[in-house]
């Protein structure tokens, strides 16, 4: 039987990076899956969402949160091996970024207003980026 998309709408990805699914009013659900650019010896920057928090749930493998103390710049980094199926809310305007195994797929909830043009970016120097590699062969 099947059901109309009036009722229901299913979607999925299984594909590399980011991909949103859903927009619905002010929210979307989105997917992450690994990819090249986000291994950790890859990762050149953090962003932060000047409008909004942003929700991640580990549903596969494994992913490590990384988080920047700072305002206009980043002074400390910190890393969360994420558990699956627990809910991690970034804070609005906390710097961060993510690395994921292979096998990994994350759940996203974000504004729906959520673009690069509300997430700035700030370029990692090379010892922030050692330091990312780093904490990440600790926890891995």
């Given amino acids: 039987?099947?059901?109309?998309?009036?009722?229901l709408e299913i979607r999925d990805y299984t594909g590399e990076g980011y991909r949103s699914l859903i927009d619905f009013g002010v929210w979307r659900v989105a997917v992450l899956c690994a990819i090249d650019e986000l291994l950790p010896e890859n990762l050149a920057a953090m962003q932060r969402h000047d409008e909004t928090?942003?929700?991640?749930?580990?549903?596969?493998?494994?992913?490590?949160?990384?988080?920047?103390?700072?305002?206009?710049?980043?002074?400390?980094?910190?890393?969360?091996?994420?558990?699956?199926?627990?809910?991690?809310?970034?804070?609005?305007?906390?710097?961060?970024t993510h690395t994921l195994s292979a096998d990994a797929t994350v759940l996203i909830v974000e504004n729906a207003?959520?673009?690069?043009?509300?997430?700035?970016?700030?370029?990692l120097a090379p010892?922030?980026?050692?330091?990312?590699?780093?904490?990440a062969q600790i926890l891995w």
């Fill in 1 to 7: 039987m099947s059901i109309p998309e009036s009722l």
């Fill in 53 to 96: 928090d942003e929700v991640f749930v580990l549903l596969a493998g494994r992913c490590i949160l990384f988080f920047g103390e700072g305002a206009d710049a980043v002074t400390a980094i910190h890393a969360v091996d994420m558990e699956p199926l627990k809910l991690y809310n970034v804070k609005r305007g906390a710097w961060h």
């Fill in 113 to 123: 207003d959520t673009t690069d043009a509300n997430s700035p970016l700030v370029i």
């Fill in 127 to 135: 010892a922030q980026r050692a330091e990312i590699v780093r904490l």
